[in-house]
């Protein structure tokens, strides 16, 4: 999502082992992103991305068994386009979250 909306000043995740480990505290040190982590146990402290993860699992993970790395990317590029393109959320008061940007950006 840089490429398409820039770097966020922060990003807060979990401890799981794909966020401990150091290519992602080079990524986000070299990019000037503070990297801060729930603390264990705690999802609600994450609870946009804990929602979001939901979301990705029961509208498309679980939808499809993927045969290829290829596949699994042009399934889950057309959920994010729907996702962030076409559907509308109710917390972004009925927009898109490209509308909703778009408008942030311009306000």
Same mark, same amino acid.
């Given at each position: 999502?840089?490429?398409?909306?820039?770097? !966020?000043? *922060?990003? /807060?995740?979990?401890?799981? @082992? %794909? +966020?401990?480990?150091? *290519?992602? $505290?080079? =990524?986000?040190?070299?990019?000037?992103?503070?990297? /801060?982590?729930? #603390?264990?146990?705690? @999802?609600? $402290?994450?609870?946009?991305? %804990?929602?979001?993860?939901?979301?990705? &699992?029961? %509208?498309?993970?679980?939808?499809? =068994? +993927?045969?290829?790395?290829?596949?699994? #990317?042009?399934?889950?590029? *057309?959920? &994010?386009?729907?996702?962030?393109?076409?559907? !509308?959320?109710?917390?972004?008061?009925?927009?898109?979250?490209? $509308?909703?940007?778009?408008? $942030?950006?311009?306000?």
């Amino acid at each position: 999502m840089v490429r398409f909306r820039g770097a !966020p000043q *922060a990003i /807060t995740t979990d401890n799981g @082992p %794909e +966020f401990a480990g150091k *290519a992602l $505290e080079l =990524w986000t040190h070299d990019r000037g992103i503070t990297h /801060t982590f729930i #603390r264990p146990g705690k @999802p609600v $402290e994450n609870a946009y991305i %804990e929602s979001l993860n939901g979301r990705v &699992r029961d %509208e498309c993970l679980n939808l499809h =068994w +993927f045969q290829s790395l290829d596949q699994a #990317r042009l399934i889950l590029t *057309a959920w &994010r386009q729907d996702y962030n393109d076409v559907r !509308p959320h109710t917390s972004l008061g009925g927009r898109t979250p490209n $509308e909703f940007a778009r408008l $942030e950006q311009a306000g």
